[in-house]
């Protein structure tokens, strides 16, 4: 069903290691001065050619626990910090909402960075927030700063998957966090259809944050931006033009994203606008369009228009899978693992943590204990498997990941059959 709205202004863009490794505490800032130069984040400096071969001659092999039987190396963790989110868009969460857990059942501030600072010891560069939406969690802030010290121990970036409501408050703290990346969710350049499609208000704020990365960029902040847009035939495929052409000054770059099934969003074929689609509509207004070398394990089929400062790229879920060379894996932010987004297999991780704590949700008090046994047990003071288990809840939680990596498929189900799984809802995995 096509919606018709007032005649769009499209939107001019201003510029804007193990278990228990412990926590560095850092001030979270107040809101930065208009003028503030932005250090670079994420990625050691640049180095010499023979330092480089050194680190070559010296590298360890990939964890075996995050390799799995076709030898894809998963070195990129999305976590979930929520299943609250302050919109309700059309593809995500079914209309009448979903069931929330249980405070008690959701991973804690301490077991994000505990399971976070184990991942990275076994060879994960990445992470990224998901949601729900990450930002609406109250402590997102600390909590970035404690998973930005993990750099000294290979971290190389922290990135974040917004709809970009009250990002704009909280980006300047994120950037001294060491924010490298911010997906931001928007599917529709005028502020009305944004009602339509998000059952909610909030276009200008999305834009406010969207000028603010911009800016802040300018400033050496060295955030790279990707707004994500899932086309829905028939609801706003007729954006395609005017999102492509929001690179054409700006360094942006926007993805189309087919539209997938999950529960609850009432996917059906004919509301699925294949890529190649997408491609021939920017192809007819320009010609020129060509295609840019992908690296290995990008999501995306990436395309530039000549003289476009940014780009665009086609997540092809439906029709092109990218499964062969997936280095992703999921927790949701009730604590479990899953090695793929369209499969229904997951596995507690939370569960293996709060043996260590009886049981118990991991608060802060206990944080400090455990460190504090860690600690003592590395100097001897105590025997190695001391009453919070020591290494014994280590080798549990690697073993569970490790089997769970091994089972991974070699691609997911195709159209016909994703669209009759049972998987949850979009709000409920992270994305």
């Not at 909402?97 to 249980?102: A, D, F, K, M």
């Not at 301490?110 to 990224?128: A, D, M, N, Y």
């Not at 529960?263 to 207004?285: C, F, H, T, V």
């Not at 990436?302 to 092109?320: A, L, Q, W, Y």
Request: aromatic share 6%; proline share 5%.
């Amino acid at each position: 069903m096509a919606f018709l709205c007032k005649r769009r202004q499209v939107p001019v863009l201003h510029s804007g290691n193990g278990l228990f490794a412990s926590v560095r505490r850092r001030g979270i800032a107040s809101t930065a001065p208009a003028i503030q130069e932005y250090p670079q984040h994420g990625f050691p400096p640049e180095e010499s050619f023979g330092t480089r071969r050194e680190a070559i001659k010296n590298a360890k092999p990939f964890s075996a626990f995050l390799t799995d039987t076709f030898q894809r190396q998963h070195n990129y963790l999305r976590i979930s910090l929520t299943e609250k989110c302050n919109l309700r868009c059309l593809y995500c969460m079914p209309e009448e909402g979903v069931p929330q857990s249980p405070p008690r059942e959701l991973l804690t501030t301490p077991e994000i960075f505990l399971l976070s600072s184990t991942f990275v010891s076994q060879g994960v560069s990445k992470i990224r927030l998901t949601g729900g939406e990450p930002t609406v969690r109250r402590d997102i802030l600390p909590l970035m700063h404690q998973i930005g010290s993990l750099r000294s121990q290979g971290l190389k970036e922290l990135c974040i998957t917004t709809n970009g409501i009250s990002l704009h408050r909280k980006l300047d703290s994120m950037a001294e966090a060491g924010l490298t990346g911010v997906n931001l969710s928007l599917d529709t350049l005028d502020p009305w259809q944004f009602q339509i499609m998000t059952r909610r208000k909030g276009f200008e704020a999305v834009m406010r944050s969207i000028e603010r990365i911009l800016e802040m960029n300018k400033l050496g902040a060295g955030i790279k931006l990707k707004i994500n847009c899932v086309v829905m035939r028939g609801m706003n495929e007729r954006e395609i033009i005017p999102f492509v052409e929001l690179g054409r000054e700006q360094d942006i770059e926007v993805r189309f994203i087919e539209y997938m099934p999950f529960d609850g969003n009432k996917w059906s074929q004919g509301k699925m606008l294949p890529y190649q689609e997408m491609l021939d509509m920017i192809r007819a207004k320009y010609p020129t369009l060509r295609k840019v070398q992908d690296h290995k394990n990008d999501t995306s089929k990436t395309f530039e228009i000549p003289g476009f400062v940014g780009r665009m790229g086609f997540i092809t879920s439906m029709t092109h899978n990218f499964c062969g060379t997936c280095n992703r894996l999921r927790i949701t932010s009730d604590g479990n693992l899953k090695v793929c987004l369209f499969g229904n297999a997951e596995v507690s991780l939370r569960d293996i943590l709060r043996k260590s704590n009886d049981g118990e949700p991991i608060d802060e008090e206990a944080f400090e204990a455990m460190k504090q046994i860690e600690t003592d047990r590395k100097q001897g003071l105590i025997s190695a498997l001391g009453p919070l288990g020591g290494t014994e809840h280590e080798k549990e939680l690697l073993d569970v990941i490790g089997m769970a990596v091994s089972r991974k498929k070699a691609k997911h189900a195709g159209m016909g059959e994703l669209e009759n799984m049972k998987n949850r809802p979009m709000i409920l995995i992270g994305g």
